[in-house]
């Protein structure tokens, strides 16, 4: 399925999902509302919520998932918010980070009440297998938050430990938000473990991309600074293998490299040389390429239908996107 | 009663409270148990489980509510620490406050787990009811400290507003406490209406309390700064009545006072002169009152009973604690 087609066939269910998004963020102090409407609406893919409707589609459900849907995505901005405290990042999907423009103080509690209103709608929604996941998920992502900060500037972190600090961290919620439309169709068990399983792999595959569009992506299409994480001391995949790879100078060099407390842009490229020395970027791009095939194996449970290959589409568009 | 009799009542169930909290924060990232750890055994009251497990009893319930009621601490906890993020404040229960410690990043995220865990609490227990209360309320509480951020240096601020930002920074969170308590003993929607009302009248009287306190207690004796409002620009209820009493020289001279950037000690004894002279505290003090008698009515709908005389002499011991 090229990419336009693809875009093409769910741009129906966007557009129902942004309206419930607009509608349901609303308090009555209009300055939550500017605040989460510029973090909420500055482009975001929606993917979270879009994977619940289709998952719940998937499953036969006989209404749509929308409402239910955007809790995934106010979880996501609140994570965003405490993020962009967090990370100080100047930059989040090409505008400003919203701290600098309303200080860390009102970012945090912004947060706070996006993360409210997401298990709200959950609670509104009244089925506690939903809230049993959502709950779960929560402590899975402040773990996944701690662990990544702990780990900061770690040279020795290990493959699978950086898998653990992302399960926790990003593929959770993916694997949540596929699981809550099972759910949400009453389907039975086998049906929630797939997609479960799905959302998890469809994750790792995510998070894996996006931290080599960290180091191989341009600025002006992912509307990120291109090596934040580098700059933050977030030792991601990429990295992670060249340092394991590498030996006598590459090795003393790289950790040099990282230990500068103001990294230059000469420094991030020569880390990028380094890490292509010692095929990091392939090595990377090959472990996001596995999680996708397990995700499409996961979704090969499930017959032929219109929603599955919307689910196949979105999955193979991870490994291809640039943003 | 007098407050010692008080504490020799309540202290097994103190200590039953104490022993759930201990049993129910832990993660497995040890760094997670050492920051929570840190906020939650730094000679808290306990005030908010110790209210549910009380008005539990009050109606009757068949067992005790030890476990559900420490959600109402951890998210206490959760505020805290976004709170001491927030204000930026150097001591917090007689301790540098946590961020001046770990950092504003580890804070922020201790505190989202912390609030996941207390959500994470009201879905095992597996009650729809408790859920609506806890996520209404958590709700209220962001969209309070939000209003509170909103009127920092609000010389304007009227009575009427400051009682709206202590119902949700304050009195929602304690009046679900007990509501809870009320759920938890499966008791019918009078029970329910009376505590909740009882634990917003209190939840009033204890922060109107803790107001006043921030300008007349004694460091040693409450663990926080005296005059940290003035400080952070925290136009409080004494201040809101002289600002609103006063007039010519002195209100000039008030409103100068709050407008220096580095409020000074002999600054902050001309405010409380000021306020002293405008009749501000005994103002605050007989709002207290106030809401400790609603209070008090609140729980005359109920039987006399040794839960109701604990939480008579609870209510009454807000007006006269010193910290």
Known sequence: MRKEELFLLIKDDLSRIEEVLKRNFASYIPFINEVSQYILFAGGKRLRPLLTVLCARLCGAERDAYRLSVLFEYLHAATLLHDDVIDSAAFRRGRRAAHHIWGNQAVILVGDFLYSRAIRIAVEEGNMDVLDVVSRTTILMSEGEILQLLNCDNVEITE????????RKTAALISAACETGAIFANKDSWHREALRDFGTYLGYAFQITDDLLDYLGVSGETGKDVGNDFKEGKVTLPLIVALERADGDDRKRLLSLIKESEPTPEGFNEVCRLIEK?????????????FVEKALSCLGRFPSSEPRNLLEGITRYVLTRRH
């Open 278 to 290: 010692y095929d990091g970027f392939n090595h990377t791009r090959r472990r996001a390429e596995e």
């Open 160 to 167: 699978d430990e950086y898998l653990e600090v992302i399960y």
